[in-house]
Nanobody, 126 residues
């Protein structure tokens, strides 16, 4: 059974930083593309960043480009999202996601996701 678990959310002031972590078990982590999504109240879930199964070829939404960095450590079966210079509009529940199958292009839309984490709340105060 696949389990995806996020950690690292919390409350931060505008301009501050947070690092989210995600571990995945029950799948061969080093051959799965991974991604971070977020969902703010009253809004649809949106892709934030994704990374290829090898740890290369990262993608970022325009709203976070230059502020967020995704990393995949295949030795530790862990995905990270470093969030810097955070803004109140970054407030959302952040979800870690794995692709539907090994070696696929990493998820960019919700339809590309095979496995979801339970989400972690990130709140940025102004």
């Amino acid at each position: 059974q696949v389990q995806v678990v996020e950690s690292g959310g919390g409350l931060v002031q505008a301009g501050g930083s947070l690092r989210l972590s995600c571990t995945a078990s029950g799948l061969t982590f080093d051959v799965y593309g991974m991604a971070w999504f977020r969902q703010a109240p009253g809004k649809e879930r949106e892709g934030v960043s994704s990374i290829a199964w090898s740890g290369a070829n990262a993608y970022y939404a325009d709203s976070v480009k230059g502020r967020f960095a995704i990393a995949k450590d295949n030795r530790k079966n862990t995905l990270y999202l470093q969030m810097n210079n955070m803004k109140p509009e970054d407030t959302a529940v952040y979800y870690c996601a794995a692709a539907r199958s090994p070696y696929l292009t990493p998820p960019r839309g919700v339809g590309d996701v095979g496995y979801w984490g339970q989400g972690t709340q990130v709140t940025v105060s102004s």
